[in-house]
């Protein structure tokens, strides 16, 4: 994976093709071994004359240099190779074909992956369906903010005005929270995690649906939780097995995403929540409701802590799926009974917290332009979807439910296909896909497949599908 | 505490002050229930008429009052006000008098404290002395960039060139170790949390320095780990008391600032440095070297990663103090068979990190102007170091060392002053005060106090403290 170094030559003043021309030189120079560690280099003066070109375009390259650590700057001496002048090449991190698949397997891939491979398995827009001109103005804007907010701590709960605009988008969906409810965190999981801190000693037990998203499980047993898995249906958990698993194991904590689940793409009845949080209440069993897909819906679902008043329901989310997943920004809503050990927690563990990323987030959110991108969005999202479900049962492979928004399909493969098998001979190709059971804590979803609409539209993905069908069909 | 939200309007591109106006009008109208909850506004050609604004100018206006869920928009029939639509007001945090002097005391009141307060205990700098410069071009350089760094996630380790530059800065100071053993992370504090999860189990137990950064101490709670301190002598930990903790407590861990030490400015001898790695491999200790401080640093002092090699020796560091405390970025340097699961826990704890901040910091790290300003700063924090610390000795306040480098000053009061006494004093006038005991496990350090000399200039604060003092002596 390569990320290029954001160039800063616009921004330097002075010659900036001068500047790397000299830097050019003397890495040659360096490599060339015209110059060994420790030798000293020509004088600012001769070299400048040597070059035809000011003295301060040979200051400027040596500085530059010595912030790369090619070479040493000796006070009153002059400059020098460093000893440790040799280049550091970038070890290129190809898929690991050999990692078993498990809760890591698919962030892994997705994340080692290059910006433009092929992912229809990784859990994130492409960043180009992204509000990218927003991001940009948010930026430049905040280039001329005050310095504070540039290089000093955020406050412990983070950011106000951002806080109040949650509060007032959660207001939205039925969930009344004051911005004083409302901790900022830097990234829905750490948000997450904070709260699984707070809440589980080691031994716990927590459930979770059955299938989840992949990386609760590695995140509760990064806790030492006992991990319990529930069905979920297309309208919610089964309420069966959900109460028997109550009563059985007595969890400390059920973790679910509600909104849009992930991977399914269901959503909770109105029913099934009630139900839900009448056994909550009898067995005092906390929810953590994960809403991180709120921005997909056109209609907003049944949410747990509208019902409940985050009282025993704390409702959590971020902006990476909609905004940014570079600038981190999450929160928690939480009861106010909590707010203050939470903030202990965060400070022992983050310290102030995002502050840049709070404040990016806002500008974005608080432009008029946001509702525009969302609704267009949504619309994008929607023919995606209707594309790529026809495109797989094209292949045999079906939808388990037509989702009312998002951007995830979970499907079945045909009979006898092994989504690993699958997964495997894909990313053999160059393609990452996440195969059932990675969501799965039973492992009963090996005839499954999540995938992300938005990433799966490219057609060399349906043919290296098909190819992995005939495959699997001559390996009986 | 108010941050003010960054204004975004010189980038509107249509009439911001009109649009400004067009908002001032509706909500007014709303406070004073000339529009109520519910009701439908004027449609957009009314109110432009009426204002005489362009249409497109009350459409702007409406959509940000959307975005900040004040009204509503239904499409096909108009904008209404929203029933939540009661501005939340900002409970302003102020000063907990009441709250004990436990870790959290320093940096729930520095952090709360407004950012042009006086907090003289606080362990940053004014962002004023910060490369302000540098971060807005770097900022307004990633304005320009690729959409994939505003807007997807980072790979597992972290952006490549800046693990590369951290890297040969940290052989700068005799550390070897290539970009692949570098994992960054959101913050110096979350490094150490990581490496925590990643070595320890509830119980185990871990060696810090008496006295030392307080945050150590709550991290290590949240770890639920027995913690253990060592005297802290002008050369390092004592190591009489070194060897019989070890020998009697089998710790897991070690965790020490090196560099400079926080708080007591002190460096390592070379001797000790040798002596606590010989003793760490008798009793198989791993150690924990925090050198967030390195780049206040005059003349490289001895690190024990750079004898140890990365073997039992883990290097972290951040950017916070020198560079921008908002842009979070942090670094782990570990031996390269440790790295898989460290990622692991990243990813689970905090999925992709944080690439715009880690964008951000190369940016402005990889100007030749960062060297400038850091001998720039150096020598400031060397005359604000003379100066307060001859102020503290006029009133009877003395430094246990003169620091060779670094922000801060640990000073022993004159005989019988309460350090939390004072701290509590000073709070009731507005000046945030980093008492003794706040750093020492074994609550020794009633009669020392921590000064950041950078945030101690201001005449009012020795105004405070001199009263604090008279005060104290009339209650023996």
Redesign the interface.
Known sequence: ????????D??IGAKPSRVATVMTTIRQRIAARNLTPGAKLPSVRALAASLKVSTSTVV?A???L????II??RPGSGFYV?S?AAP?T??E?GPRLDREID??WI??Q???AD?EGLKPGCG?LP??W???ES???????????????????????G???LR??V???M??HGI?A???QIVLT??G??AI?LLC?FLLE?GDTVLVDDPCYF?FH??L??H?AKVVGVPYTPSGPDMAVFAQVLTEHRPRLYVTNSGIHNPTGAVLSPVVAHRVLKLAEAHDLTIIEDDIFADFEHAAAPRLAAYDGLDRVIHIGSF?KT??????CGFIAVRPDWIGGL???K???????????A??V??V????????YLEALRARLARAMAEVSAQLKDLGITPWLEPQAGMFLWCQLPDGVDAADMARFALERGIVLAPGNAFSLSQTATGFMRFNVAQTLAPPIFDVLREALKQSARQP
């Open positions: 994976m390569i990320e290029g170094p954001v160039r800063m616009q921004d400027d040596y500085e530059r010595v912030a790369e650590g040493l700057s460093a440790q550091f970038l070890a991190v809760p890591f962030s892994r997705s994340l080692e910006d994130w960043p180009s992204l509000p990218e991001l940009r103005r948010g930026m430049r804007a905040l280039s001329r903010t005050d310095g504070a907010v540039l290089a000093g701590y955020g406050s412990p709960l950011f106000p005005p109040q605009l509060a007032r988008r207001a939205e009344e004051l911005p004083n830097e990234s999981i750490q995690d801190r080691p990386n590695a995140l047993k990064a030492r990476s905004l940014s997943a570079s600038a981190r903030t202990d927690l400070i022992a563990t983050s310290f102030g917290g995002g502050r840049l990323a404040q990016l806002f500008n959110l608080s432009e008029g332009s946001y509702r525009k």
